[in-house]
Nanobody, 127 residues
């Protein structure tokens, strides 16, 4: 099992930047592929990015491509989401998730394909 804790959320003005971190505890972090999702009240959880076990492959949702970048440091058991050019519509609770299963691009955006989730961190972007 792996436990996930997000941090780095906060309030920022449009055009600003934030870096989220997701720290994992437990064993074999490097054997997990990771995902970032976000959710606003009343809406379904939305896929942002999937990063494979060594960070060599990433898949981004079109809504964030070019603005968000995900990376991981397996030595620190941490995955990051660098967000720039933030917009008010990026306001949401951001979650990281982990899976030990290989996911093809067809499945990376499906929350049910991930086994472990953090508690989320709030990001608020004001105009």
């Amino acid at each position: 099992q792996v436990q996930l804790v997000e941090s780095g959320g906060g309030s920022v003005q449009a055009g600003g930047s934030l870096r989220l971190s997701c720290a994992a505890s437990g064993r074999s972090f490097s054997s997990y592929a990771m995902g970032w999702f976000r959710q606003v009240p009343g809406k379904e959880r939305e896929f942002i990015v999937h990063i494979d076990w060594n960070g060599g492959t990433t898949y981004y949702d079109d809504a964030v491509k070019g603005r968000f970048t995900s990376s991981r440091d397996n030595a620190k058991n941490t995955v990051y989401l660098q967000m720039s050019g933030l917009k008010p519509e990026d306001t949401a609770v951001y979650y990281c998730a982990a899976t030990r299963t290989y996911l093809s691009i067809t499945y990376v955006g499906m929350p049910q394909r991930y086994d472990y989730w953090g508690q989320g961190t709030q990001v608020t972007v004001s105009s």
